[in-house]
């Protein structure tokens, strides 16, 4: 069975999808969640799943031996980030090489980068007048969302939306989509 890591900075619903996805069967399972916030809900879903939970610092995570580390003791196959904020290390990026893989609420390589995340996100889609949206799922390099795309899955931007109404139907397509794309990776 494979091994999934699931990095999480904030609520955690994509982690306990996954984790409850993959629950389901018997190829892949969400071995532990790595979080960098001690205030974030992921922790709480992490207990309630009964899956271990790893909190670290910004010093932990830019040195990375460490997770480096326990990650390999875990025998992880796959780390996947959902909702995690925080640029990937090269150091963490080289020891998991083509096995790192990352959802953006967003058409890449628009809307990308440094503080393109959430609501910001979202805003910044309604702002440009853009007819169109979606998730990217791409593998992680040392630059913020410029990894390989594995999937781009599109919705429509109605005139009405709110960066409310647009972020739940992108989050739908997380959803959909997110568990799908990892099993064919591994």
Known sequence: MKQIAVFASGSG???????????????????AIYCNNPKAYVIQRAAKL??????????EFADA????????????D???LAGFLWLVPETLTRAFAGRL???????????GGKGMYGMAVHKAVLDAGEKESGITIHLIDEVYD????LLQVKCPVLPDDTPESLAERVHQL???HFPGAIEKML
């Open 174 to 176: 997380e959803y959909s």
């Open 13 to 31: 619903s994509n982690a306990e999808h996954l984790a409850v996805t993959f629950a389901k069967g018997n190829r892949a399972r969400v071995a």
């Open 65 to 76: 031996e460490s997770l480096i580390r326990d990650l390999q003791a875990r025998q992880i």
């Open 101 to 111: 893989v990352n959802i953006h609420p967003a058409l890449l390589p628009k809307f």
């Open 146 to 149: 410029r990894g390989k795309t």
């Open 78 to 80: 796959l780390i996947v």
């Open 50 to 59: 009964n899956i271990p939970l790893v909190l670290f610092t910004r010093a």
